[in-house]
Structure formats: structure tokens, C-alpha cells
């Protein structure tokens, strides 16, 4: 009852019923309506126009490249890209060419180096081998001229105290030299070798055995640590 009360109120101010009211309301409704619709077709437009703009634009630029004088620029492009990517091709084939040498080198180097420290070693090893050749070899005489003193006094007795002398003394000359690494190259009976022998002349062979090997031995021969130092002078049977 208050509410229509108050409805009457209304009317009686304004001078409307409320079917008026109703109207306005739709109304007001429905020029908000037109209002977004005017708003999307603005922004419809506007899109139109943005991408008619930028078909143009597009347009523009190929017509633009079509051109004679766009196109020379173009295929200046093209050539001095290719130019560039040959000479990138020609530094890289240049510097893996340059690899490869110095790796080469590198290589030999190494070879070469290894095969310097293998001699310089094997050197040193002949040079500790053969420190006292020359002195050794200086030696060799005096031990003959005791075997020659020893084969002279041969008919004396044991008791011979010149003999027994020389025989000591002769001991300790060898025994000095095997220490050293010097031995007495073993002919006698043996085939002629010409890497250790030297023949001084041939007789006949007092056996069949002996044919083409040493008879006799006049000087004798001696290594050192393997090597001749002094070859050994024999006589050959035939």
C-alpha cells in the first residue's frame, strides 16, 4: 500500500505514469545500442583503412623494385654478397691449406728431433764404450813383445824366476784389457773372415780340414766391445 502511495505521489509531481517511465528507460537502452554499433563501425573502418594502407604500401615497393635503376641496386646487392662469400671461401680454403703445412711441418720436426736424440745417445754410448781406445790400442804391442819374450824363455824352466815374471806380468796385462772390454779375436783353425782377418799369404794345407781356413797366426787381433781395433794378420791353407 506504500509503494502505490507513493507511485500516486509521482504522477501527481511529475504529471507522468509510469508507463512513461517504463519507456524512457528503453529508450535511453537503446541509444546505448546505437552508440556501440556507431563505435564498432568507426573501428571497422579504421582497420579497413590501416590495411588498405599498408596493401598500398606494399604496392608501392614492388612497383618501386620494378624499376631499372631498383633493380641494378638489387643485383649490385646480389653481386657484392656473392663477391663477399668467394673471398670468405678463398681466406677459409687459404688458411686450411696453412693448417695443413704446419702440421706437416710439425710432424718432420718431431721425426727429426727423435732421431737426433736416438743418435746423440747411441754416440754417447761409444764414447763411454770406447773412452781409452786409443791408449788400449797403444798397448797391444807391449802384450806382443811379452808373448814374444814368453815364447823365447818357453825352454827354461818353471822354476825360472824370469819366466815366471814375465808369465805374471803378462796376466795382468790381459786381465787389464778384459776389463776394458778388450778381447783376443779366436782365428786359428777357424774359416777366413774378412771382416776381423787379413790374410798375408796362402800355403798349402798340411790336412784337407784346413783348406780355405787359417794355418797359422802371426800377430793377433783384438775387439773392443765388439768392435775390431786391430785385424788379425794369418796365414791361409789351400
Not at 193 to 217: F, M, N, R, W
Amino acid at each position: 500500500m506504500a509503494e502505490e502511495k507513493k507511485v500516486k505521489e509521482q504522477e501527481i509531481v511529475t504529471g507522468k505514469q509510469p508507463e512513461d517511465t517504463c519507456s524512457g528507460e528503453l529508450n535511453s537502452e537503446n541509444e546505448e545500442k546505437k552508440e556501440t554499433t556507431n563505435m564498432n563501425g568507426k573501428e571497422t573502418t579504421e582497420a579497413k583503412e590501416t590495411t588498405e594502407a599498408k596493401v598500398k604500401e606494399e604496392d608501392n615497393i614492388k612497383e618501386e623494385d620494378k624499376k631499372p635503376e631498383n633493380k641494378k641496386k638489387s643485383k649490385k646487392k646480389k653481386k657484392s654478397t656473392k663477391d663477399n662469400k668467394e673471398k670468405y671461401q678463398e681466406t677459409i680454403e687459404k688458411l686450411q691449406a696453412t693448417i695443413v703445412d704446419m702440421q706437416d711441418k710439425h710432424l718432420r720436426l718431431q721425426a727429426e728431433f727423435d732421431n737426433y736424440r736416438k743418435r746423440t745417445l747411441k754416440e754417447k754410448m761409444e764414447l763411454i764404450k770406447g773412452g781409452g781406445e786409443s791408449v788400449l790400442i797403444s798397448l797391444l804391442p807391449v802384450i806382443d813383445d811379452f808373448e814374444r819374450a814368453l815364447g823365447a824363455i818357453s825352454k827354461a824352466e818353471d822354476d825360472d824366476p824370469v819366466k815366471q815374471g814375465v808369465v805374471l806380468i803378462l796376466k795382468k796385462f790381459e786381465d787389464f784389457l778384459k776389463q776394458n772390454g778388450i778381447k783376443e779375436i779366436e782365428t786359428k783353425g777357424k774359416a777366413f773372415d774378412t771382416d776381423q782377418q787379413e790374410a798375408i799369404t796362402k800355403i798349402p794345407a798340411p790336412s784337407e780340414d784346413l783348406k780355405g781356413k787359417v794355418v797359422d797366426v802371426i800377430q793377433k787381433g783384438y775387439l773392443l766391445n765388439d768392435k775390431v781395433i786391430r785385424f788379425a794378420k794369418v796365414i791361409i791353407g789351400e
